[in-house]
């Protein structure tokens, strides 16, 4: 069975500019959260969706959106890109919200210059 | 709110050492804690779980016993391997209110020598 996956795996953006990063659950999964990790730090919460519904928010400006699709893939958006959002952007899959365990893809590595 | 504070690294051992890992965490009710790894150049990989007090997680040799009274959830591992270098999270979850994510420690970096 396929893991969780994300797309691109690297990707260099400019200030200011927009980028969108994908990721499939593992099938039967209904739960996407993102996380972003700063190098040299641990992961933070940035959203949590469950069938198609935004579940949480972590403490991120209003330029971070996601969204999930009836197949339960989702993405990603940050507008108005700044140097401190180079971070490894990873997506975690759950069959539930709540105390389930969470499958991590390998991430997005994204540098922003 | 919730809160992992982690030992800070790097941690460098020689192979078959004794590893500990200390964690310690901040939390409303009964959370479950969890430790993950990530290796060079990968995301996340659950290590071991627990999801109650004196429960003790375990998987590759690794071992973690949820203590309630002191907060803890130390990482340890009898004998490590060179295999073994890679950063560990430290991480809890609240209790199940529908919308809880994982909060995660800064991470410490092990590496093991040959």
């Known amino acids: 069975d396929a893991g969780v996956t994300q797309s691109p795996t690297h990707l260099i953006k400019t200030r200011g500019q927009h980028v969108t990063l994908r990721c499939s659950p593992i099938s039967g999964h209904k739960s996407v959260s993102w996380y972003q990790q700063v190098l040299g730090q641990g992961p933070q919460f940035i959203f949590q969706?469950?069938?198609?519904?935004?579940?949480g928010r972590g403490n991120f400006p209003d330029r971070f959106s996601a969204r999930q699709f009836p197949n339960y893939s989702s993405e990603l958006n940050v507008n108005a890109l700044l140097l401190g959002d180079s971070a490894l952007y990873l997506c975690a899959s759950s069959l539930l919200t709540g105390n389930t365990e969470a499958f991590f893809g390998q991430g997005t590595r994204l540098t922003v210059v | 709110g919730d809160s992992v504070t982690q030992m800070e690294g790097p941690v460098t051992l020689s192979e078959e050492a004794f590893l500990t890992i200390n964690c310690t965490y901040t939390a409303t009710g009964y959370p479950s804690l969890f430790w993950y790894v990530q290796y060079p150049g990968e995301g996340l990989q659950l290590l071991l779980k627990?999801?109650?007090?004196?429960d003790k997680g375990s998987n590759k040799g690794f071992e973690a016993t949820y203590r309630k009274e002191t907060t803890s959830f130390h990482l340890e591992k009898g004998s490590v391997q060179v295999s073994d270098s890679a950063v560990y999270f430290c991480a809890l979850r609240g209790p199940n209110s529908g919308n809880t994510p994982l909060v995660f420690g800064k991470g410490t970096r092990l590496s093991v020598i040959a």
């Open positions: 969706y469950y069938e198609k519904e935004e579940r």
């Open positions: 627990a999801t109650k007090a004196d």
